[in-house]
């Protein structure tokens, strides 16, 4: 296989991290938001046991913050997404899907609700600030868009709960699945979620403070070590199996939240208002005809760079969106979107890469 190099520059933005994790011997990157986000230390499968076992700091600066502060700063947040944040609270994170006027998705952020007027949308990869400020400047919002220098990091693992008792006290352990709260390391403050883009379990460092960030860093590196700590980034593997879904990659604007087993971030009965959300009425009530679903397929390796067709004989079933070998279940394990006459998962499934043909079958997400 051919190797490239990625070309760095001040568009292509590093992180408070870059030195580290490149001392910690990085191979490869890709980009997010602008910016470098990690994707491998050498091995994937290597790391994607030691996430299931150990703990992991990972460098994920890339999921950027757009900050909306101001008096109409809840009603610009509930404009851009289907989920009814109405009832939202000051300290809690919510996944919430961002839709197009046609209920197309655009983004699947976490949004962290700071303060009653101050909210943060962390974001996957697309310019979700140009759209808050089309949206904040056409209706004449009452509101403050940026996007501050928050850099995440994140520990993520078993241990990582051990780990971080260590370094920053006991009462980070009360911290539940998807609050934050603030916490101090060496009198510097920091914003700290019980989230992360895996399912083994961890938190989030929102770094507002770089030399603070790189401190609490190394601190983790020298406390973790009797926790066996490795620097890692989000593994693809663990991630489709645990049907973690990535903007761009498993959906886009041409599938709306339905599609994407969204159902319970969506809200069409409520008076909320919201973008899209005529189309999403429409959408519910004709019912949706594909749906993202999980494969498994024979094969030992796979990249998967452009959707690739699935056929039954001549017929397309779907097309897969991400896929990776899993050395698990020893196939490889993929995000496909599935047309509903194959919703069934009867339906033995092939792959053609070149000339070669694969087998595989359909099932539920997650895989495991
Ligand atoms: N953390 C933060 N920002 C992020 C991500 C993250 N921005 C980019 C990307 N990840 C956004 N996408 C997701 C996808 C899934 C989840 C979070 C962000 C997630 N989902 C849980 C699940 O599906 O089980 C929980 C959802 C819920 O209970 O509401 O965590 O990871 N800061």
Redesign the pocket.
């Known amino acids: 296989m051919k190797k490239f190099y990625i070309a760095k520059s001040r568009r292509l933005r590093s992180t408070p991290f870059t030195s580290r994790i490149e001392n910690h011997g990085v191979t490869a990157y890709t980009t997010y938001n602008h910016m470098l986000l990690p994707a491998s230390f050498g091995n994937l499968e290597k790391e994607y046991f030691h996430l299931k076992e150990h703990v992991q700091v990972w460098d994920v600066a890339a999921?950027r913050q757009v900050q909306i502060a101001g008096k109409d700063s809840t009603k610009l947040v509930q404009l851009m997404t289907c989920r009814n944040l109405s009832k939202a609270k000051v300290g809690r994170c919510?996944?919430a899907p961002i839709i197009d006027e046609q209920g197309g998705m655009l983004n699947?952020?976490?949004a962290l609700k700071l303060a009653e007027d101050k909210w943060w949308l962390?974001?996957?990869d697309s310019d979700i600030g140009l759209y808050a400020k089309g949206i904040a400047s056409g209706l004449s919002l009452q509101v403050e868009v940026s996007e501050p220098d928050v850099n995440?990091m994140a520990v993520q693992g078993p241990k990582s709960f051990k780990l971080m008792e260590k370094v920053l006290g006991k009462k980070i352990t009360e911290l539940k699945f998807?609050g934050f709260d603030y916490y101090t390391f060496k009198g510097n403050k920091f914003l700290i979620?019980r989230?992360?883009?895996s399912k083994q379990g961890g938190y989030?460092v929102y770094v507002e403070n770089r030399k603070a960030g790189q401190m609490l860093y190394d601190e983790l590196f020298s406390a973790g070590k009797e926790f066996n700590v490795e620097p890692g980034c989000p593994n693809l593997i663990e991630r489709i199996e645990s049907a973690?879904?990535s903007?761009g990659n498993d959906f886009d604007s041409g599938d709306n939240p339905y599609e994407c087993g969204f159902d319970k971030y969506i809200d069409t009965n409520s008076d909320i208002n919201y973008l899209g959300k005529k189309a999403l009425i429409k959408i519910s009530k004709e019912g949706i005809n594909k749906k993202l679903m999980g494969v498994l397929i024979d094969m030992d390796k796979i990249e998967v760079t452009e959707s690739v067709p699935l056929y039954e004989n001549k017929n397309i079933v779907g097309d897969l969106r991400s896929a990776a070998y899993s050395p698990n279940l020893k196939k490889v394990v993929g995000i496909a979107m599935i047309k509903k006459e194959y919703w069934d998962k009867k339906t033995p499934i092939e792959l053609k890469i070149g000339d070669k043909k694969s087998k595989g079958t359909i099932c539920d997400l997650p895989i495991v």
Do not use: N, Q
């Open positions: 999921e919510y996944y699947d952020p976490v962390s974001l996957a995440i998807f979620a989230s992360g883009w989030e973690l879904l903007a």
